[in-house]
C-alpha cells in the first residue's frame, strides 16, 4: 500500500508506503509500485493508530454485552489499533487457565490485542505471571463490575511480584472506607429518575481516589514497581501521579473520555446510563482534567471501554451496573477538539498512542516511521458528524456521547492490512478480516 500526499500530526504532508506490514519509507514523491494498492491522502490525515489500554470486551461470561468480535469491530471504526482487555470477566483472569482461555476467544479481534492478569485472593501469580501478559491489572482497590476489590496487603504482594518480573500494574484507585453511605440513602429512582441520577457521584467521592491513588504510589515506591494509575478522574489525583513521576517514582496515568467531556451536570440527562466508577465529577474538576490533558500532565487517553446491555443500565441506580462505552468514540472527540482549537493535533496523537507505545514498551507501535507497525488512521478534520448510537458498532447499543460531535476514520489499518474503510460521500462502511496479535508475543 501507498499512502500519498498526507498531512502527519507535526504538518509534515508525506507519502507513506508499506510492506509485509510495516513502514519502510515516509517521504515526498513516492511513486506507485507495480501492484501496489494506492491511497490518496491529500487533504486528510495520516496519524498513528490508536492504543486503548483498557477495554472490557466481556469474553468470558458476558458475550451479550459485547464480544471479542464486535468489541474490536467498534475499535477498528474508531481508529483504535490495539485494545488491552482486563480481567474481571467471567471467570476472571487469575490464573494460566483463565489467560489461556481468553487468549483463544481473542483469536477473533480486528485489531491487535494485550491481555492482562488479574488479582484476587485465589489468584496464581506463577502461571499468570509466566503468561504474555500485557500488564497486571486491572488490580482494583475497590469494587467494581466482577467484585475484585483487594486488600491492602494483598495489593503489596501484587505489585512486589510484578515488579520482580518487571510488570507493570495498572490501579483501579479508590478507596471504598471514604465512600459517602448517606448519598445512596433514600428512594433511589429508576433510570429515568434525573432527581437522584447524581447519587452515584456523590457516594463515590472525590477525596476516595486522592486518598487510594495515594496508597498506589507509596506501594509501588516501595517495591520498585511501574504503577499506571487507570482512569484518573479528578485532578488532584493527576497532580498525586505527576509529582510521584518528577520525584523519580515510575508512575503514569489515564484518563478516559467520558471524564473529559462529561460532568455531574449531565446527570439528569443519563440517568443510570452515567452510572460508571470512579463516577462523573463535578464540572469544575471536569475542566480542571481537561486543562492537565491539555498541559502534558496526563501520560495517556483510555476508554475503560466498559459495555452493557440496556436493559441492565435501565434498572434502578441501587442495581444498574457500573460502566459505560466508548472505544469507537474516543479517537473521533478528541480530534473534535482538535478540529475546535481545543486540542493541539500532536497532543491528541501523543497521549493516544506515542505515549501507550512508549509506557508499555510497544517499540513498533504508535508512531509513523520506517520500521514501525503499519497501524494507521487516515481522517479527514473538516468533516465532522454526529455521534449516534445507531451508527455505531458495539453490542450494547447505546453511547453516553449520542448527539455530540466527533471526527471519525475513513480508513483504519492495522500492520498494513485495511479493517476498517467508510465511504465519505456514500458513508458505505467494509471491514477486514479478523487479523489480531497479541503484542506481547511478537
Excluded at 186 to 198: K, Q, R, S
Excluded at 267 to 295: C, H, I, Q, W, Y
Excluded at 400 to 422: C, L
Aim: glycine share 12%; aromatic share 4%; net charge negative.
Amino acid at each position: 500500500m501507498l499512502i500519498t500526499g498526507a498531512e502527519l500530526a507535526d504538518g509534515r504532508v508525506r507519502d507513506v508506503r508499506i510492506r509485509d506490514g510495516t513502514i519502510v519509507a515516509v517521504a515526498e514523491g513516492l511513486d506507485p509500485a507495480a501492484g501496489e494498492r494506492v491511497v490518496d491522502g491529500r487533504g486528510r490525515h495520516l496519524l498513528p493508530g490508536a492504543i486503548d489500554v483498557h477495554v472490557h470486551f466481556r469474553e468470558p461470561g458476558g458475550s451479550h454485552k459485547e464480544t471479542w468480535e464486535t468489541g474490536s469491530k467498534s475499535a477498528a471504526a474508531g481508529g483504535v489499533t490495539t485494545v488491552v482487555d482486563q480481567p474481571n470477566t467471567s471467570p476472571p483472569t487469575v490464573d494460566g487457565d483463565a489467560f489461556d482461555a481468553k487468549a483463544d476467544l481473542a483469536a477473533a479481534s480486528h485489531v491487535d490485542y494485550g491481555i492482562n492478569g488479574g488479582v484476587t485472593p485465589e489468584w496464581d501469580p506463577d502461571a499468570l505471571l509466566d503468561r504474555p501478559l500485557f500488564a497486571l491489572g486491572e488490580v482494583f482497590l475497590a469494587d467494581s463490575t466482577g467484585e475484585m476489590g483487594i486488600e491492602a496487603d494483598l495489593f503489596a504482594e501484587a505489585v512486589a511480584a510484578a515488579a520482580d518480573r518487571d510488570v507493570p500494574v495498572t490501579v483501579h484507585a479508590e478507596d471504598a472506607t471514604l465512600f459517602d453511605e448517606d448519598a445512596l440513602a433514600g428512594d433511589l429512582g429508576g433510570a429515568g429518575t434525573a432527581a437522584n441520577a447524581d447519587a452515584w457521584s456523590a457516594y463515590r467521592t472525590a477525596e476516595a481516589e486522592a486518598a487510594a491513588v495515594e496508597r498506589a504510589l507509596e506501594v509501588g515506591a516501595d517495591a520498585g514497581g511501574r504503577i499506571h494509575v487507570a482512569h484518573t478522574s479528578t485532578p488532584e489525583g493527576i497532580d498525586a501521579v505527576r509529582a510521584a513521576a518528577d520525584g523519580g517514582a515510575n508512575a503514569t496515568c489515564e484518563v478516559t473520555p467520558h471524564h473529559l467531556f462529561l460532568s455531574r451536570e449531565n446527570a439528569g440527562r443519563l440517568g443510570t446510563f452515567g452510572r460508571m466508577n470512579p463516577p462523573l465529577r463535578s464540572e469544575k474538576r471536569r475542566a480542571g482534567v481537561f486543562e492537565r490533558l491539555r498541559d502534558g500532565d496526563v501520560d495517556v487517553v483510555a476508554t475503560d471501554h466498559a459495555p452493557h446491555a440496556v436493559d441492565e443500565k435501565r434498572t434502578g441506580l441501587a442495581d444498574a451496573p457500573s460502566g459505560v462505552p466508548g472505544v469507537e468514540t474516543m479517537y473521533p472527540l478528541l480530534l473534535e477538539s482538535v478540529r475546535t482549537g481545543e486540542l493541539s493535533l500532536e497532543r491528541v496523537r501523543d497521549v493516544v498512542a506515542a505515549n501507550p507505545a512508549s509506557i508499555f514498551g510497544l517499540d513498533r507501535k504508535g508512531r509513523i516511521a520506517e520500521g514501525a507497525d503499519a497501524d494507521l488512521v487516515l481522517v479527514d478534520l473538516t468533516s465532522p458528524r454526529e455521534i449516534e448510537a445507531s451508527a455505531l458498532h458495539s453490542k450494547c447499543g447505546w453511547t453516553p456521547f449520542e448527539g455530540s460531535r466527533g471526527v471519525f476514520p475513513e480508513v483504519t489499518v492495522v500492520r498494513g492490512e485495511p479493517v476498517y474503510e467508510r465511504d465519505p460521500i456514500t458513508g458505505a462502511e467494509a471491514f477486514g478480516d479478523p487479523v489480531g496479535r497479541n503484542v506481547r508475543e511478537r
